[in-house]
């Protein structure tokens, strides 16, 4: 398996040198070459495997055995989720009959973005530990990791990242715009190895810089860079196992055989909170490999670019009244660009724009082909730009047709979050459920869908809606506690909140202020930092 740019002037690379490298160096983000076809026999075969074991088996479909031993993938796996506090890794929570929440909380940090970044961060400490041992030279290689947050992706790398020899890892975020339980998660930790840059400015601002520092080559070469943000396809690739995982636990759970024709008949729906794309992007691919979802409804807040794009076919930058990004009570989504929807748009360009809509006309290895991939790569890169110089891009109706097969979309204002959580704390029918805000967002959207289409959920009907839950609720303690105050036998700390964050925000933390959102003040901050760790260049 190789990987290209979503911009069309880099191909060919390894699953190695694409999670080293992070960001394409012509600005894009890496895609496979093809999407792999699942094997024949695959519900048979994968239907009663473990999380851990569903994993391997759905990675090696990407990463060559000549790049990584099936042994050590497989070791890889092992240790990334031991980490995890529930034993499936990945829990379906039944509400009522036909809407489930997918838990992907259960990791060190309480966020879904665990899911990821503990094997990416072992991926970085292989490949790391192979180069400095096949290397005669006597050099060290090195990585410095930059990524930027909004909340959950801190400390979720920080944790997958604390003490990995030779990685250094710097996680901006925009000041004041965190939660207290995600700053204090990522700021707490004291490992040598570790730096947070609290950023005067917005989580954009952050994410700016940190693609700039990329396209940086003299800074870049200097410190070699490595992504932890969902630019890097490792983040998106891990993610995939998830959606497989929710499809067989509840076929499980329903005693319906994966193969047999009642489990055809049934409609799987995914509500997904949808910031940058990468987490709703993962569903995507597994669906283009051949998972049978029915749709993919990208649950927005307030700040709506993505509903926005699937309404009107444009893709347009919206502030808020003072000109930035608007605040809401779900903030990990607070973002006016969703840097992994390019990936999206490339397929609908390579399916639609480019090829008229003859979707797969060419074998992936033909030159017809490729010429189709580099011309969406050209498109891309024009809608790139456009967004860069005018903050907007328009594509063609029949991209968002083709789009809308598998994707649906509602957006979901702060008054619908609150009552949401409020709602499913204490709803006669069903299970009492605590939801964290993001997570409220994916349920509203879903009940949103439910009513306009008018759906009838399984086992009256074939509608099944797994919403994800992307973070555990007590990391949102205001929105939380401002839904339910008045709940009869409400009380926060013997619902909510975890023994691990009890004391947190009264422990030692170590942060380094960057005064305005600049690239260059960022980059004396890190060379000065990397100094202090004694680090030469």
């Not at 947050?149 to 715009?177: C, E, M, Q, W």
């Not at 989580?203 to 070699?224: A, S």
């Not at 969406?376 to 110089?389: D, I, P, R, S, Y």
Request: glycine fraction near 6%; charged fraction near 25%; proline fraction near 4%.
């Amino acid at each position: 398996m190789k990987y290209r740019s979503t911009r069309g002037q880099a191909k060919n690379y390894s699953f190695e040198e694409t999670v080293m490298t992070g960001l394409s160096p012509d600005g894009g983000l890496f895609i496979p070459h093809h999407i792999p076809v699942l094997p024949a026999n695959w519900r048979q075969k994968w239907s009663k495997l473990s999380f851990q074991e569903l994993a391997v088996e759905i990675l090696s479909l990407f990463i060559d055995e000549s790049e990584m031993p099936r042994s050590d993938l497989k070791d890889l796996v092992q240790r990334s989720y031991a980490t995890f506090r529930h034993d499936q890794v990945t829990p379906l929570a039944k509400i009522r009959d036909g809407l489930y929440v997918l838990e992907l909380f259960h990791g060190p940090t309480f966020a879904f973005k665990d899911v990821a970044l503990q094997f990416v961060g072992n991926l970085f400490e292989y490949f790391l530990e192979r180069r400095n041992r096949e290397d005669k030279s006597g050099k060290t290689h090195r990585l410095t990791v930059v990524g930027a947050t909004s909340g959950d992706t801190g400390s979720a790398a920080i944790y997958g990242l604390r003490n990995k020899k030779n990685v250094s890892v710097f996680i901006l975020h925009p000041k004041g715009r965190v939660s207290p339980i995600q700053e204090a998660q990522m700021t707490t930790v004291l490992d040598e190895n570790v730096h947070n840059l609290s950023v005067e400015g917005t989580f954009d601002d952050c994410q700016d810089i940190v693609k700039n520092l990329f396209g940086n080559k003299e800074f870049n070469d200097r410190h070699h860079l490595g992504a932890v943000n969902s630019i890097n396809w490792a983040r998106i690739l891990a993610q995939t196992v998830y959606y497989f995982n929710a499809y067989f636990s509840l076929l499980r759970e329903l005693n319906i055989d994966p193969a047999s024709s009642e489990a055809e008949e049934v409609n799987f729906n995914f509500s997904v909170p949808t910031g940058n794309f990468g987490d709703i992007l993962a569903g995507y691919y597994a669906y283009r490999m051949g998972l049978p979802a029915n749709k993919l409804i990208v649950a927005t807040n307030e700040n709506d670019i993505l509903y926005r794009f699937f309404e009107s076919s444009a893709y347009e930058k919206q502030t808020g009244a003072d000109g930035n990004v608007k605040e809401t009570l779900s903030p990990a989504m607070d973002i006016l660009v969703s840097s992994n929807f390019e990936r999206l748009l490339w397929y609908l360009a390579r399916d639609a724009e480019v090829d008229g809509g003859k979707t797969e006309v060419a074998a992936a290895d033909s030159s017809v082909n490729e010429k189709l991939c580099d011309e969406a790569g050209q498109t891309v890169a024009t809608w790139m730009q456009q967004l860069k110089e005018v903050g907007s891009f328009k594509v063609n109706d029949a991209v968002v047709l083709n789009a809308r097969k598998v994707f649906d979309s509602a957006m979901v204002t702060d008054k619908e979050t609150l009552d949401t959580i409020r709602e499913f704390f204490d709803k006669p029918g069903q299970a009492s459920y605590v939801l964290d805000p993001h997570t409220s967002v994916g349920v509203t959207a879903a009940e949103q869908v439910t009513k306009r289409d008018q759906l009838l959920a399984y086992p009256k009907g074939k509608e099944i809606m797994i919403c994800l839950a992307t973070a555990h609720p007590a990391k949102f303690s205001e929105a939380v506690e401002t839904a339910l105050k008045s709940a009869p036998g409400f009380d926060f700390q013997k619902d909510v909140l975890p023994s691990e964050f009890h004391g947190l925000l009264d422990k030692e933390r170590r942060v380094v202020p960057v005064e305005r959102a600049d690239p260059k003040l960022v980059i004396e901050v890190i060379e000065r930092e990397l100094r202090g760790e004694g680090i030469q260049f």
